[in-house]
């Protein structure tokens, strides 16, 4: 009777593991927290500054920091949509998502799943970044997700892990080991890396204008990073006076550059 417990208990911790999907979450997370807090911290000048344009900014558009670093960064956008992609489906199929089954149909469904969100990365890819980044993007997307899916075959994850009575062909026990190793290092290394590099590149995470700002009698030029639209002006981080100031007929400086990167 024990022994029943205990091999109904074994399945069920190893679906609770699968469903905590393992460093990619805490990974994404902690990037997602900490990346825009540093970005600004370091583009405009220290700690002081980036409390000020945390407020000017309003704290609902702090994902916008992110998605401006993305979009101004091609390598960190394709690795985090690899990334991101793997990371869901990894939670989907432990979840039980992923529909089961032989068959043409299931077969079919499978792929259609499978194929699906790299698809889409893909693309977004192709759209912000040009076609080849965008093919690039959804092959590697496709090739970790086809990854996960060996990996429930080689029993590194589901049902058979843990189960030393299954026995995986030895080619799928070397795929499903480099995939995850491929995975791990993109995951832990790359992506944090690539993250904080462009964090401390000294690029605003939006468009630089030069607009006229009023200081009291006084109405000067000055080169201002965006933090949102109010009117027919905008809320800014003026890079002239180190403060957030109202700012009227605005025009794109045409760089993001407002400082030298942190290893130069």
């Not at 698809?119 to 996960?148: D, Q």
């Not at 630089?208 to 949102?228: F, K, M, N, S, T």
Request: net charge positive.
């Amino acid at each position: 009777m024990p022994e029943q417990v205990q091999e109904q208990r074994q399945p069920e911790q190893v679906r609770s593991m699968d469903r905590k999907g393992g460093p990619g979450h805490t990974v994404l997370l902690a990037l997602a927290l900490a990346v825009p807090a540093i970005k600004v911290a370091y583009t405009v000048g220290g700690a002081e500054g980036a409390r000020d344009v945390f407020v000017g900014m309003e704290f609902g558009n702090w994902p916008d920091v992110l998605i401006g670093m993305v979009l101004t960064e091609p390598l960190l956008g394709a690795v985090l949509g690899i990334v991101a992609s793997r990371v869901v489906f990894a939670l989907f199929a432990a979840r039980g998502a992923v529909p089961k089954g032989g068959g043409l149909l299931g077969t079919a469904r499978r792929l259609a799943l499978t194929v699906a969100n790299p698809l889409a990365v893909g693309i977004l890819a192709g759209c912000f970044y040009g076609p080849w980044w965008g093919l690039g993007t959804g092959l590697a997307a496709f090739a970790l997700r086809e990854g996960v899916v060996v990996e429930y075959r080689a029993g590194r994850r589901g049902r058979h892990h843990h189960d030393p009575s299954y026995e995986p062909a030895p080619w799928l026990r070397r795929i499903s080991g480099t995939e995850r190793w491929v995975a791990a290092v993109l995951t832990v290394l790359v992506l944090p890396l690539l993250a904080v590099g462009t964090a401390l590149d000294g690029r605003a995470w939006t468009s630089v204008l030069r607009c006229q700002v009023q200081e009291g009698r006084h109405v000067d030029a000055q080169r201002v990073i965006e933090l949102g639209r109010k009117g027919n002006g905008v809320v800014g981080w003026s890079l002239d006076t180190e403060e957030v100031v109202n700012g009227a007929g605005c025009e794109s400086t045409g760089s993001l550059r407002v400082r030298s990167a942190w290893w130069e």
